[in-house]
């Protein structure tokens, strides 16, 4: 392609470069501000690991809210999942004479 097209009309830009060399080929002024410098190494990695958790806790628990919400067969599985995963650790803290209230009468 850098052979098909006249040099006057292609530039070949390497972002390190900054403003100066996109300025002069677009017959602009160099700008005041600084030149973004967004790709480093930390600000990528941020922007993976916000995206990962993101995806992997906020989209799951989006929906199982509007799920919830929404539907009682949701709510139900809920119900049984989280009373099954409660049930023997709150029953290991009653051995230790524990009284907890688990919202049952009698």
């Not at 929404?70 to 989280?82: C, E, G, N, W």
């Amino acid at each position: 392609m850098v052979d098909t097209i006249s040099a006057d009309k292609l530039l070949v830009y390497n972002v390190r470069e900054g403003w100066e060399p996109l300025a002069r080929f677009l017959g602009e002024k160099v700008p005041e501000q600084p030149f973004p410098q967004i790709n480093d190494g930390l600000t990528v990695s941020i922007i993976v690991i916000g995206g990962y958790y993101i995806l992997v806790i906020g989209i799951p628990i989006c929906i199982g809210a509007v799920l919830y919400a929404k539907s009682s067969r949701a709510r139900s599985l809920v119900q049984m999942i989280f009373g099954a995963c409660f049930r023997k650790p709150l029953g290991w803290l009653r051995s230790f004479g524990l009284r907890i209230n688990s919202g049952r009468s009698g």
